[in-house]
């Protein structure tokens, strides 16, 4: 496996497992906390996939992109960019008329990491289909 | 990669073995790629850039036809 494709694998690994555990913290708990720790609960997710992120940055900034890797990484932000308009779009056109507050950030928050997912997704998929 | 990855083709492995063995990260280090690529694009299953392909060419001393082949459908 190459390292930006395990890169990319910390990148999902690390989402799925914050964003997981976030929702089912603020499924449990979210309605009993105030609006201070309720931005704290949000802090915890981000926090660490700020630091995993980080790290798999720091392990791998030595090694310069050529131009398969950057062909790859175009193709999947393009797309990633698409999911993540389309996901703002909903949620600051449509979702303001219907629901507001906490639901919103939650539904912005999704957006993001489906976007995320989605890129770090084609990211593999492009190094699995273009492997030797 | 693309579509016109299956339909090229190309003569880099022979070149290596001709050019004394020439490993794949040694050829991608004089053209500008990773050994990853090089494998890949032996393998057909990525299509370089016309400038990383004039590179190669130059690097076996061979003309870009004879180390990369297109076949029309």
Redesign the interface.
Same mark, same amino acid.
């Given at each position: 496996m #190459?390292s930006r494709e395990r890169q990319a694998w910390v990148y999902i690994l690390s989402t799925l497992v914050a964003m997981a555990g976030y929702a089912l913290a603020a499924w449990r708990w979210h309605e009993g906390l105030g609006p201070v720790a309720r931005i704290g609960l949000l802090a915890v997710p981000l926090s660490f996939m700020g630091v995993v992120s980080l790290g798999a940055w720091l392990m791998y900034r030595g #090694?310069a992109p050529? #131009?398969?890797?950057l &062909?790859?990484a175009q193709r999947a932000t393009s797309v990633a960019y698409g999911v993540l308009m389309a996901g703002f779009l909903y949620v600051g056109m449509m979702l303001p008329f219907t629901h507001g507050g906490w639901y919103l950030v939650h539904s912005a928050l999704a957006a993001i990491v489906l976007a995320e997912l989605v890129h770090s997704g084609l990211v593999v998929r492009?190094y699995r289909?273009? &492997? &030797? | 990669?693309n579509d016109d990855s299956a339909r090229l083709t190309n003569q880099i492995r022979t070149l290596r073995f001709l050019a004394g063995e020439m490993t794949q990260a040694e050829l991608?280090q004089r053209v500008?790629? !990773?050994r990853? !690529?090089i /494998?890949?694009i032996? /393998?057909g299953?990525?299509a370089?850039?016309l400038s990383?392909a004039f590179r190669m060419a130059e690097v076996f001393g061979k003309r870009l036809d004879e180390v990369f082949q297109w076949t029309p459908n």
């Open positions: #190459e #090694e050529d #131009e398969r890797d &062909a790859i492009g289909r273009s &492997a &030797a | 990669m991608g500008g790629l !990773t990853q !690529t /494998a890949a032996e /393998a299953k990525y370089p850039s990383c």
